[in-house]
């Protein structure tokens, strides 16, 4: 089946860690996301990609770092930097970075950080 | 940027009613997206539209592009329709989404 996963669904990490949370796709999308969810906000981007070994920083790219060396991957690190941290985070791909292309979650990962 | 307003906010009905929810924005776009968000946090794009009206089963999306303004209606709804629709625009930039809008349907 083609899909996006991401892993863990939940995390929890001390304060001052870095944590990295997984996406990988095998759907053969160039395009890929990372999204954050807090309760009564809208999702906000934090990176896109559109190919591999290139990304661009979304709205709220702050204290987070991401790579793209295989098409099919594209982890998010929440850095000691990242001021408030505990979120729901979302990855999506799409087929191109077109604004007219669908595109396709994950299941989401609920970092809590302690 | 764009700024995307959905209301209601909070939705509850009847399990067999007629729902509507809508969305409206401020610049112009290139396509609109309705999702739907389960409660486990999962994502399924609904439609995406550019003009005039769509529909997949129950569901029927239509949008204005003129007054930048669509409506997500959901005809005879069930209580597994329960999930939060969130709204979605694109254009020269990447999506921007609303806050969504939480129906629960009550049998």
């Known amino acids: 089946d083609g899909g996006i996963t991401q892993s863990p669904k939940y995390l929890f990490r001390k304060e001052g860690q870095n944590v990295t949370l997984s996406c990988e796709q095998n759907?053969?999308?160039?395009?890929m996301y990372w999204y954050r969810q807090d309760p009564g906000q809208g999702l906000r981007l934090i990176y896109y990609?559109?190919?591999?070994?290139?990304?661009q920083k979304g709205d709220i790219a702050e204290g987070y770092s991401v790579s793209r060396e295989k098409k099919e991957s594209f982890p998010l690190t929440v850095t000691s930097a990242q001021k408030n941290p505990t979120a729901f985070y979302l990855c999506?791909?799409?087929?191109?970075?077109?604004?007219?292309?669908?595109?396709?979650f994950g299941p989401g990962t609920r970092l809590t950080v302690l | 940027k764009n700024e995307v307003e959905q209301s209601p906010q909070n939705l509850t009905a009847q399990e067999g009613e007629f729902i509507t929810i809508n969305c409206s924005y401020s610049?112009?776009?290139?396509?609109l997206h309705w999702l739907q968000q389960h409660p486990g946090g999962g994502i399924v794009s609904l439609f995406m539209?550019?003009?005039g009206k769509k529909k997949h089963g129950r569901l029927i999306a239509t949008i204005n592009i003129q007054e930048k303004h669509s409506s997500l209606h959901i005809t005879a709804s069930h209580p597994r329709d329960s999930a939060v629709y969130i709204c979605?625009?694109?254009?020269?930039?990447?999506?921007?989404f609303g806050k969504g809008t939480r129906l629960s349907v009550i049998a």
């Open positions: 999506a791909s799409s087929l191109r970075d077109r604004e007219a292309d669908t595109q396709y």
């Open positions: 759907l053969n999308h160039d395009a």
């Open positions: 990609s559109q190919i591999v070994n290139d990304f």
């Open positions: 610049v112009g776009i290139s396509a």
């Open positions: 539209l550019s003009s």
């Open positions: 979605a625009v694109s254009g020269n930039t990447p999506l921007v």
